[in-house]
DNA sequence: CTGAATGCAAAGCCTTTGCATACGG
DNA sequence: CCGTATGCAAAGGCTTTGCATTCAG
């Protein structure tokens, strides 16, 4: 894998995250440093970064993939209403899956989790 | 909500299916008994439905909306090499969410849980 | 009757891909 | 040098939407 000058501005930017940026708010950023980025390209490295591990790709209820900085899977909650997706702090465990049946003759590799709900703002909002 | 001939045979046939289909399956399977129906009308009614609680929309990590006849959030399990999605029997619990810290302010309304890795026939094929 | 639901087709959104060119190691 | 990565633009997959028409209640 190569150490292209933008694959080394997209980490950075997404590093600076602390909300769970999609591809086009990555692509906007990076492009005020490298005007010429195309959106492919940002597509082509946020992917391999998550092949890597690098980075984690969020696939949850949204139409939209968003990434996280962080490549340990873990749990986030996702606002119904502005979209918003937090990390839950503090590695909330999970049963352990290994001896359970239904896991019987699969190969488990991770998880996903996620709570859905409205945020502290949107929740007020609602009322 | 009217009950329209279509609304009730997506509704059955949904109902027939243990995996999780995506709206193109279901549209091909009612297709047979109704031949005119169009897409559109099997994702607005899929659409309806998950929103009245009749149904559950999955919008996992998968590019594709699936749809579970089972109206109670649960666990999945889906397979990285073929796409399958099962269900996860025996409600898994969770640790309860209300007293938690980083919940403040927010109102949660549920959760999303998926396991991936490799069903038995496509671990097998991997070794 | 009347508004909710449908069929049709076009548009939308996000993402991927083919190809010639550029550049990192 | 060589092959990976890029930029560009077009295509792709799934989903949504506008509009005239139909049909359930």
């Given at each position: 894998?190569?150490?292209?000058?933008?694959?080394?501005?997209?980490?950075?930017?997404?590093?600076?995250?602390?909300?769970?940026?999609?591809?086009?708010?990555?692509?906007?950023?990076?492009?005020?440093?490298?005007?010429?980025?195309?959106?492919?390209?940002?597509?082509?490295?946020?992917?391999?970064?998550?092949e890597k591990g690098t980075i984690l790709k969020l696939e949850f209820g949204s139409n939209q993939k968003r990434f996280d900085p962080c490549p340990e899977a873990h749990p986030h909650f996702r606002c119904l209403s502005c979209g918003r997706i937090e990390d839950?702090?503090?590695?909330?465990?999970?049963?352990?899956?290994?001896?359970?049946?239904?896991?019987?003759?699969?190969?488990?590799?991770?998880y996903n989790l996620e709570f859905t709900g409205y945020c502290k703002k949107c929740s007020k909002n609602l009322k």
């Open positions: 894998m190569r150490n292209t000058q933008q694959r080394r501005i997209i980490l950075k930017k997404l590093k600076k995250h602390k909300d769970h940026p999609g591809a086009d708010v990555i692509y906007s950023e990076v492009r005020k440093e490298l005007p010429n980025i195309s959106l492919g390209t940002v597509y082509r490295n946020l992917e391999m970064l998550s839950i702090p503090g590695g909330m465990e999970l049963p352990p899956v290994e001896e359970k049946t239904w896991s019987k003759g699969k190969k488990i590799t991770g």
